[in-house]
């Protein structure tokens, strides 16, 4: 074998690597395992096969587990000397950093075998065929181990997979981090290596250079808080139990990705390949099988195979996935998906990384390393056309550059901790492209005089704000086959009239278009869907140098928006102060009511009994917060909370499926509250007789909570004195405005206020907006407290016209803030005190001092993560609105006499 891509890439007058060497051994084959810190830690998997080291770079190490399968990168062959090489290549040569021999022995062929020669041979083959299995008789390891070349990902991908047998566990082999020949780690040799050698001649490294390199190096590495509080080799068998029971979903729509503007290296991520076809929801239930696009539109009949393939699995499963024809090479080809109508165009192949629910249990409350533990365990690993996505816990980085180099669309990024959000965009989930590629409406098409085309370019175009938006013109990417065909598709949606509402300048010459002018225009109706490939976008908004690359059948028109990149540096910073959020309701549940253990319990508070199932419901997908979780919030909370119930009528609103499902009233808890429980009858409108249950302790509390209550809706009165309320209020309802606008008109309203001597009490509503109460001392009716509250938004109006209204209607407002005075009458309610509130972020209607309203306020300042130390530092803000209450009539004079 030539070792001449190994002498190229080194400088043998500024290393020490070894050149040559040949094995003395007649009758064993060598390997080695180096660990190798150069400017990314990995493991240098080599063995001894036609005279030199068959060589792969493992970036995560070897693994003992049959079930994790590790990226394992082929690089050039090394000398057999090299088996033995430790010490630091210098910086700026070659793989510069840090070897030690991290386990060493001979090898075999699982085959019987006899000789070594012959036992080469026959690896040479399986290295050829892209299999090669061997039994490893190492200080570290030992048993049966395979390297498996993958599709997908180039030439030199391949896996390193541990065989089951007596040597295979669970635990983690890379924590014997010692070198088998000089028993130093990394880190002490990077201390005690004397020599470096640069230009030939050898120099010591500075102990002080050194040692603040190891600290940095540490710093990064053995940081306590850069894991997840999750279990990295799950037990699916343990996770199904777990799992909440659940009816198989249905009418949902995936989990999107969020787009960002680079890779990056995080070990709290994993890696995918950005697959390039249709996205595909499978919905097995026994032999009824449903393959639906991302817009519940059917793919059963367009991709028969993979129909009929899905259904012989006879699986009860959601699967999440996508629908590719693979080249060659393992690389998908949308156009030749695009193109698709039956096996002679090609095979298909779902490729799967997702499971949402299997077997009556839902998993989207399970962690993606949880999901895919069971996606493995029950999904069939031997068929090319119905495949898990591989997963490459790697460096994001390098990964990307490998894909860049094989002409991949992009990677993913996948938060390992993350939770499955059904019909969202997250955060968690990030693409990174490639090549830039965006989706784009077909608004018409040109024809250029004097062409035998079918036509000359399509019209792009976008929506921004609800209104269609020019993008420029397209005229690559398509054969004259392939005109004639989108012809046919173009015809019944060609019309007179223009989409846009603002005819744009489409025969305009740009730097970037070559089109003759004045080429004729025909129109369409903005319903189909393309997806074009560009360099940029200009200063108006036209893509760069397009070209075309096929039709979107699976997405909607409406939904096409120009996708703008994030910056990915702020959303690892986001997922970084999630963890931390999640640290602190798992500390809440640890001090708390409702432990960890058991997604049902059973709890006894003064005498009576609450049973709380489906604790590790996710009621909050973004940030996985739980059923348990919300419980255990009310119940710290409940003592400053309880105060603002105690004695007061309450109306449930339920989200039994967190805050993506579809919430509903009740009101009436007749024969269905708990005996223990309190009640209210009392008579609507409309004179029915309906039981309102009574907010009285934290056993109710709890109660309500556990029927999908997140946010708490007291009455302003209490059941005593039902028509006379304790408080007023005034809701600042915003539209377009932002919170800074919100928080101007708060103090106006706090302005008037205090001119007429009156004391408030402002909160933040969780939601857009600020409440401002004003405390009653139930002497008046809610007719009186209306009036009032009248009179003080007029002022307020007055006082700020360009942007607030008095009118209730939405239509009527015309984008303006609302001042709601109308909340002020029987049975109506707004979330309370310290409620929690149906929002991402789990933020938390926050009393507040009259000195932090203030610009720069948010809404995302109080949540249920931050509220109980708010609490302890200023306590509890709200005690006045329970008082005694204002003189109404000398404070309606003194606004009449200010105001009117």
Known sequence: MSLQAY????????????KAGMSKDSKRLMFVVQKHDASRLHYDFRLEMGGVLKSWAVPKGPSLDPKIKHLAMMVEDHPFDYRNFEGIIPKGEYGGGTVIVWDQGWYETIED??????????????LAKGSV???LHGQKLNGEF??????????????????DDEFATKKDVTKLDESVLSGKTIAVMEKTSQKVWKSGKAQTISDEKLAKAVKIKKKVKSDPESADLQDENPDPAKLLKGAPKSVILKNIKPMLATLVDSPFDDADWQYEVKWDGYRALAFLNKDEVEL???NKKSFNEKFYPVYELLKSLKL????DGEVLVLNEKGISNFGQLQNWRSEADGALTYCVFDILWYKGKDLTGLTLVERQAILNEILPQNNDRIRISKVFDTNGTAFFEAAKKIGLEGIMAKRKSSVYSINSRSKDWLKIKINKRQEVVIAGFTKNKDTSKSFSSLILAVYKKGKLTFAGKVGTGFSNQDQKELMKLFEPYITRKSPFEVIPDVNKRSRFQYMQPNAEIIWMKPILVAEVEFTEITSDGVFRHPSFKGMREDKKATEVVREQAETVKEIVKQAEDKKLDNK????????????DKGDRQELKIKGKTLEFNHLSKVYWPGEGITKRDLLNYYAAVSEYMLPYLKDRPQSLNRFPGGIKGKPFYQKDVKGKAPEWAKTFPYSTGDGEEKEYLLGNDLATLLWMVSLGCIEINPWFSRAKKPDYPDYCVIDLDPDQQDFDQVIVAALQVKEVLDAIDVPSFPKTSGSTGIHIYIPMGAKYTYEQTQLFARIIVEAVHAALPEFTTLERSIAARKGKMYLDFLQNRPGATIAGPYSVRPKPGATVSMPLDWDEVKPGLKMK???????MARLKEKGDLFKGVLGKGIDLKKAIQKAKDQFQ
């Open 316 to 319: 009860n499963a959601v699967l």
């Open 7 to 18: 002498n190229q890439k080194r400088d043998f007058k500024k290393t020490t690597e070894p």
């Open 133 to 135: 299995k061997v039994r």
């Open 584 to 595: 602190e309701i798992s500390k809440m549940n640890a001090d708390n009511l409702l432990s």
């Open 861 to 867: 300042d109080f949540t249920i993560f931050n509220t």
């Open 292 to 294: 639906l696009s991302r």
């Open 113 to 126: 075998i006899k000789g070594k020669k012959a036992q080469e041979n026959n690896l040479l083959k399986e």
């Open 146 to 163: 395979a390297l498996v070349k993958t599709k997908g990902m180039g030439e030199n991908a391949w896996l390193l997979i541990k065989h």
